[in-house]
């Protein structure tokens, strides 16, 4: 063991200094996903307003603050994670955060509907490249074993970007306008690139990983992404939990977008009045689901991986009615409350699914299937779920009695669909060990 001329081995001061990296990375990394969600959430906050500015109907909207935003969302992720894998993590990160801060503040100063979509379409590329390969770095700072922990504590940072979307974003604009809004948020966002370079560090590829713990100095090869997607197909587990994530996205963030625009209009709320209520939801549910569901994290697995995968069918499953009734209720007190008990199923899944496809996968795809599944996650919500359910309210609201309650139908339909996405999960319980193994050699 080396010593200092002290005696005083340098052991525990490097093991030290390693463990507050991975720390200050994570806290880091957190954040710029926090402030990442909450610029994005900051559009469905703002559906009324901005409806009314430019004279939208509900599939317009839909259109504008969602399906803009994911197409190029999920156009620019898998080659953003491709070059993630294969470049510095951290300065792509901090480039991409950038690069959506700009553009949220951009949104503030649009005089058109043109110009509005097009900002849209540059925080979608910057939010882009920031998740896969935040994702792929703390995968290389955590141990296998603690990765489903670790990156249920990053996301985190959607509970609090929710919260500090709603709390904030909603009282703001009731004051100053969605525009003053846009811009504030945009530019309270700028340090963290800096905080990105001075604090956080590019690790190494693969370090942490048993197979090549004894070979840290091999180079990790570098593959395509075609070689990735022909890997996903032959992890039955994995591709179940990418088809779960990504049904249960469309069915709790899908709920989520509307439902600022749900309580306006169906129970009388501001804007503001709406963002407070959620923005509380989404702070103390959100974030102690997170926590409660990264100490679970931490036990669950170790003897039987596969607790981790029916957790999260238990609870998605147990979720689904809470939903059903927060938009049924003709009670606001009644909504409010199932809300409550419904939003918390929108964090439990995103940490443990993130960390088991990091786990299903070599470390030289991480970043490429992060960026497919968000690929997927992100398209279900911010394409399909907003613009099907404008879709899908404009065509019931000629056919009933009360044309502002066809949003409230809309969002009863979808919630159904919560079921569909736990089933994925039981089903990939039945293969992980295997596909576990068959990463492992």
């Known amino acids: 063991m080396a010593k200092h001329a002290f005696g005083v081995s340098s052991v525990p001061i490097a093991d030290a200094q390693e463990a507050r990296d991975r720390w200050v990375a994570l806290f880091v990394l957190t954040l710029v996903y926090a402030v990442n969600v909450a610029d994005r959430f900051l559009m469905s906050i703002f559906i009324e307003p901005i409806k009314a500015e430019f004279h939208l109907s509900d599939s317009g909207v839909g259109f504008l603050t969602g399906v803009v935003l994911a197409v190029f969302f999920v156009a620019a992720g898998i080659p953003l994670g491709v070059l993630a894998d294969q470049s510095s993590r951290r300065n792509l990160v901090a ?36 998740t896969p390969g935040s994702l792929s770095m703390l995968a290389d700072k955590f141990r296998p074993t603690r990765r489903a922990m670790a990156m249920t504590i990053f996301t985190i940072g959607a509970s609090i970007g929710g919260w500090i979307g709603s709390s904030i974003g ?65 992890q039955r587990a994995l591709l179940h939990i990418m088809i779960g994530g990504t049904i249960v996205t469309l069915w709790g963030w899908g709920l989520i977008w509307w439902t600022p625009a749900f309580l306006n209009r169906s129970h009388g709320m501001s804007v503001g009045e709406a963002g407070s209520a959620l923005g509380t939801v989404h702070g103390v549910c959100g974030t102690g689901a997170m926590l409660l569901t990264a100490a679970l994290m931490a036990r669950l697995g170790v003897r039987d991986v596969r607790q981790q995968v029916w957790f999260l069918a238990l609870a998605t499953a147990i979720c689904v009615l809470p939903s059903m009734i927060a938009y049924a209720t003709a009670s606001k007190t009644m909504a409010v409350v199932m809300l409550w008990l419904f939003v918390p199923a929108v964090y439990l899944y995103i940490g443990p699914s993130f960390a088991l496809i990091n786990n299903l996968v070599p470390p030289q795809m991480r970043a490429q299937a992060i960026a497919i599944y968000l690929f997927t996650t992100n398209f279900a919500n911010l394409a399909i779920a907003p613009q099907l359910i404008g879709f899908g309210s404009d065509a019931i609201a000629p056919l009933i009695g009360q044309p502002h309650e066809s949003l409230r139908y809309t969002l009863i339909a979808l919630a159904t669909t919560g079921f569909w996405g736990a089933s994925h999960f039981i089903v990939a319980a039945r293969y992980i060990r295997g596909d576990l193994a068959r990463v492992a050699r």
């Open 170 to 234: 909603g009282p703001l604009s009731d004051y100053y306008g969605w525009r003053t809004t846009m811009i504030i948020f945009g530019v309270a966002g700028a340090p963290l690139i800096l905080l990105m370079r001075l604090a956080v560090s590019e690790p190494k590829r693969g370090i942490l990983d048993v197979k090549r713990a004894t070979a840290s100095s091999e180079p990790v090869a570098t593959v395509s992404i075609g070689d990735t997607l022909r890997f996903i197909a032959s």
């Open 95 to 130: 480039v991409c955060t950038g690069i959506f801060t700009t553009m949220t503040a951009l949104c503030g100063v649009a005089k058109s509907f043109l110009m509005l979509a097009t900002a849209r379409i540059g925080v979608g590329i910057g939010e882009a490249g920031c």
